[in-house]
């Protein structure tokens, strides 16, 4: 059972209360319980945030047609140049795809020829119908197919497969037609299609022309986190082809079958999955950093800082899906979804610690009509430590692979090689450090700064079922407070296995699971001891100062 309140303004408890206070401090607060105001709760920067400023998951989840937000010249300074010919786009796809597939498309030709009825198979095509071929396929009328927990479709207006996550798109290639006739229908009424939930499942459908976004789940996830992950799906693809070639494409040529330019990225949009599936970083919409002591962080961003080049707008440090430092160009922000694609496409390929790659990305939600290059390398082959670079110069590899060299320099003479190596060794923190004996597990989030922080699951969730089922008991209380219709602020929740309890405030979000024999009212003290923890350990946590160019 679950033991809601809903806004409730005044659940007071000794040394410290769940609801904030009606006065807003200015100041940060050595108390982090009463009365906190964002950019004042423990994790928020103490000199701006390093991302797109979002107050809450709605702001991350609003509803975009694709095209850039429209940006004075002096917001827009730094970003790339937007294409003026389809020519230059063909030639930025043609290096990203010889990066996927290990070989380059001509797109201004294959669409061509496709549109003069001419496509005849080729060593080239049947090189990309091998790499498709290579996905592992399953038979989608057995009973196994039907029995995984969610299903992701991805289709074009014209009904033509362009992903699945389970299965050969071409054997499902009748049910997504029929999938496309139901979003079709409705919109002949002058009505849209968001949901349809039976018989235990969730049928999620997500619209952004030209791409018709589909889920089938039966999951904890509310229909909102549904469509969420099907946005980030959206945006994965953006971010290999760009908003503007997407739509020229569809212009061109409305049943244009989007796999023949797609091939070799689906374990790409695989991994992705697999990672929304364990990793709470996309359900809080947030980065998580790795816990490493402030004056290591802050060589490590000054030496990046100092490392810089004229067309360099952001550089970025990473280990594994954790970030260790971010600099950014002055006025330049990222936004979370834009890092959480990064860290997917450097974990979704094991090729980038074998040299230094090059590579055009787009940011679709910094801005989606052109193409980033980005400098992709490991410093060292035994170090989980990855460098992105990211230039609006497509011809300035070798001034910003210099910049790398001259980033290792600074980290060998500032001398923290090693405690780089050390904080590697330790990626994630126990929760018995925090001294709670009934605390199990707890995701923070701070709302200003975009960062939010965890342990390490630990026993008795083990097992990797044990694992996604907490996950799952998070997407419950995180889908209970964004709920659209009646977000709640609090929530306690008593379960035969854990107890958990939710609190949302319009500066940070805490979740935390404990012991199943604990009370409401510990669990509520327990809520006090964490947040000072937090406070405490947040220079250690977070990055509270960054840096920029």
């Known amino acids: 059972m679950a033991a809601d309140v809903h806004k409730k303004k005044g659940w007071e408890v000794p040394n410290g209360s769940l609801a904030p206070g009606d006065g807003q401090h200015t100041e940060r607060s050595e108390s982090p319980t009463p009365g906190l105001a964002q950019g004042t709760e423990p994790g928020a920067g103490q000199e701006g945030a390093m991302f797109v400023h979002t107050r809450s998951y709605e702001d991350l989840t609003s509803p975009e047609d694709g095209a850039a937000a429209v940006r004075s010249p002096e917001e827009r300074r730094g970003e790339p140049a937007e294409p003026t010919s389809m020519e230059q786009i063909s030639k930025d796809f043609s290096e990203l795809s010889t990066q996927l597939t290990g070989m380059a498309l001509d797109l201004e030709e294959e669409m061509r020829q496709s549109k003069e009825g001419k496509l005849e198979p080729s060593p080239q095509t049947t090189r990309r119908d091998s790499v498709l071929s290579g996905k592992e396929e399953e038979d989608v009328t057995m009973d196994a197919w039907r029995m995984h927990r969610k299903h992701v479709f991805v289709l074009s207006e014209a009904g033509k497969p362009v992903y699945s996550r389970y299965g050969s798109e071409e054997a499902l290639s009748s049910t997504m037609g029929v999938m496309m006739a139901l979003v079709s229908f409705l919109e002949a009424e002058k009505n849209a299609i968001r949901s349809i939930h039976a018989d235990g499942y969730k049928v999620v459908f997500v619209r952004r022309s030209p791409l018709v976004l589909v889920a089938v789940a039966r999951t904890r996830q509310s229909e909102q986190e549904i469509a969420h992950e099907l946005l980030y799906i959206y945006y994965q693809i953006l971010s290999l082809l760009t908003w ?3 739509n020229h494409i569809f212009q061109q040529k409305q049943n244009y079958d989007l796999r023949r330019l797609l091939a070799g990225s689906e374990r790409i949009t695989d991994n992705l999955l697999d990672l929304m599936a364990h990793d709470p970083s996309f359900l809080m919409g947030a980065v998580r950093c790795l816990p490493l002591a402030a004056s290591v962080r802050d060589a490590v961003s000054t030496s990046l800082q100092q490392a810089k080049a004229k067309s360099l707008v ?6 594994g899906n954790q970030l260790v430092s971010l ?9 979370p979804i834009d890092l959480h694609l990064l860290f997917n496409l450097i974990s979704s390929s094991s090729s980038f610690r074998e040299g230094e790659a090059w590579t055009p990305i787009c ?3 910094f801005n989606s009509s052109g193409f980033f290059h980005a400098h992709i390398s490991y410093l060292e082959q035994e170090m989980d430590l990855c460098l992105l670079l990211v230039s609006t110069d497509r011809e300035d590899f070798f001034t910003v692979s210099d910049c790398k060299r001259r ?7 500032r001398g923290v090689h090693h405690a780089l190596q050390e904080a590697l060794r330790t990626p994630f923190y126990s929760v018995a450090q925090v001294g709670i004996p009934d605390l199990r597990h707890f995701i923070y989030k701070s709302k200003s700064s975009g960062l939010f922080t965890s342990p390490e699951i630990e026993a008795p969730y083990v097992r990797e079922e044990e694992k996604e089922r907490l996950l799952g008991l998070y997407q419950y209380l995180h889908s209970r407070a964004h709920n659209s219709s009646r977000p709640l602020k609090n929530i306690y929740f008593t379960g035969p296995r854990e107890n958990l309890l939710a609190w949302v405030t319009s500066a940070f979000e805490l979740y935390i699971c404990y012991s199943p024999l604990g009370t409401k009212a510990g669990a509520i003290s327990a809520v006090n001891k964490l947040m000072k923890w937090i406070r405490k350990e947040e220079d250690r946590l977070f990055i509270l100062t960054p840096q920029t160019y």
Request: aromatic share 10%; no cysteine; net charge positive.
């Open 314 to 319: 952001f550089s970025i440090l990473l280990s």
């Open 363 to 365: 940011l679709p939600k």
């Open 407 to 413: 980033f290792q320099e600074r980290l060998r003479r």
């Open 244 to 246: 503007t070639q997407l």
């Open 327 to 335: 600099v950014r160009k002055k006025d330049q922000f990222l936004h």
